[in-house]
């Protein structure tokens, strides 16, 4: 049998190199998302992380002074469940057991780490064909979710980053490679008061200077899509990119109930907004920023 040998490195970025924000860190999509009903009701989100290191403080509402001590997969497992609370999370050490999908409901897995170490073609194959989310991935048997990583790099040219299991998961049906934007950008809108109306302009958003890239590679390009991670949750990292697109998935899976894990991927990939990013090119942000209120939009998705 063969022996991976390769070191977990968490997508999360030092507390250190991080200056703390006071802003909402959550897109409006979700809480309009919320109003129609869509809080991921029906689905399961599969946190494969780490639960048995040492707890990081974090505080993921600061206008409620909400500070909680929570080890990596708790923080990654809470960002999913405070963006679709009503879909089911079922936490799993990264390295222990097999993942259990469930029959009957759209099954979400959030890997917020890399596997950093040797991509040789047996490494790669065994990772692939054996590694729990690759073969579930390639099988388009659930949406699956990975932080694209922190090092400020581009995928297609240094090989994932050495990240095996992002090359593992490479032209995978049912793969999104997570991307960070510094914020969510905000639409333009009008306000009317009385006769007059007036214009309020919207805000671009730009890639967080950490977050990995697609790069010039095409199966990473129509792969990749970049959320906002604010920072006022006092830690940061493609790590807390993940978990919202994860939570994205299930809230789309609440609503197209009949849906295949593939068909939500495309959805969410498809949908993604270019115009929301300043400078937009797709070997640096992939798809776009997500967009949940466009991938809800639909009667039906196929």
Same mark, same amino acid.
């Given at each position: 049998?063969? +022996?991976?040998?390769?070191?977990?490195?968490?997508?999360?970025?030092?507390?250190?190199?991080?200056?703390?924000?006071?802003?909402? @860190?959550?897109?409006? #999509?979700?809480?309009?998302?919320?109003?129609?009903?869509?809080?991921?009701?029906?689905?399961?989100?599969?946190?494969? !992380?780490?639960?048995?290191? $040492?707890?990081?403080?974090?505080?993921?509402?600061?206008?409620?002074?909400?500070?909680? &001590?929570?080890?990596?997969?708790?923080?990654?497992?809470?960002?999913?469940?405070?963006? $679709?609370?009503?879909?089911?999370?079922?936490?799993?050490? @990264?390295? #222990?057991?097999?993942?259990?999908?469930?029959?009957?409901?759209?099954? =979400?897995?959030?890997?917020?780490?890399?596997?950093? /170490?040797?991509?040789?073609?047996?490494?790669?194959?065994? =990772?692939?064909?054996?590694?729990?989310?690759?073969?579930?991935?390639? $099988?388009?048997?659930?949406? =699956?979710?990975?932080?694209?990583?922190?090092?400020?790099?581009?995928?297609?040219?240094?090989?994932?980053?050495?990240?095996?299991?992002?090359?593992?998961?490479?032209?995978?049906?049912? =793969?999104?490679?997570?991307?960070?934007?510094?914020?969510?950008?905000?639409?333009?809108?009008?306000?009317?008061?009385?006769?007059?109306?007036?214009?309020?302009?919207?805000?671009?958003?730009?890639?967080?200077? &950490?977050?990995?890239?697609?790069?010039? !590679?095409?199966? &990473?390009?129509? +792969?990749?899509?970049?959320?906002?991670?604010?920072?006022?949750?006092?830690?940061? /990292?493609?790590?807390?990119?993940?978990?919202?697109?994860?939570?994205?998935?299930?809230?789309?899976?609440?609503?197209?109930?009949?849906?295949?894990?593939?068909?939500?991927?495309?959805?969410?990939?498809?949908?993604?907004?270019? #115009?929301?990013?300043?400078? &937009?090119?797709?070997?640096?942000?992939?798809?776009?920023?997500?967009?949940?209120?466009?991938?809800?939009?639909?009667?039906?998705?196929?």
């Amino acid at each position: 049998m063969m +022996k991976l040998r390769t070191v977990l490195v968490l997508a999360l970025l030092p507390l250190s190199s991080m200056a703390q924000v006071s802003y909402v @860190w959550q897109h409006t #999509d979700v809480m309009n998302a919320w109003r129609s009903g869509f809080k991921g009701q029906g689905t399961t989100v599969h946190v494969h !992380d780490q639960f048995n290191g $040492a707890p990081t403080s974090v505080d993921l509402n600061p206008s409620l002074a909400l500070n909680q &001590y929570a080890t990596h997969g708790g923080m990654v497992s809470e960002v999913v469940r405070r963006t $679709a609370p009503l879909a089911n999370i079922e936490r799993r050490q @990264w390295i #222990d057991g097999n993942i259990s999908l469930q029959a009957g409901r759209l099954n =979400v897995i959030n890997a917020s780490y890399a596997l950093i /170490g040797s991509t040789n073609a047996g490494v790669v194959g065994f =990772v692939r064909n054996q590694m729990q989310l690759a073969p579930l991935a390639h $099988a388009g048997a659930a949406v =699956v979710v990975k932080a694209a990583g922190n090092s400020a790099t581009s995928l297609s040219s240094v090989g994932g980053t050495g990240d095996v299991l992002n090359i593992a998961l490479k032209g995978a049906k049912s =793969v999104i490679f997570a991307g960070a934007l510094q914020s969510h950008s905000t639409q333009a809108s009008s306000i009317r008061l009385g006769p007059w109306s007036f214009s309020v302009g919207g805000t671009v958003a730009s890639r967080a200077w &950490y977050s990995n890239t697609p790069g010039s !590679d095409p199966e &990473y390009q129509s +792969k990749f899509l970049m959320v906002g991670v604010p920072s006022n949750m006092t830690v940061a /990292g493609t790590s807390f990119a993940a978990p919202q697109i994860s939570a994205y998935a299930a809230m789309v899976g609440s609503k197209f109930t009949q849906a295949t894990p593939e068909q939500v991927t495309n959805q969410l990939l498809n949908t993604a907004r270019q #115009d929301t990013i300043r400078g &937009y090119n797709r070997a640096e942000h992939g798809m776009g920023e997500a967009s949940l209120s466009r991938a809800l939009a639909p009667v039906a998705i196929r």
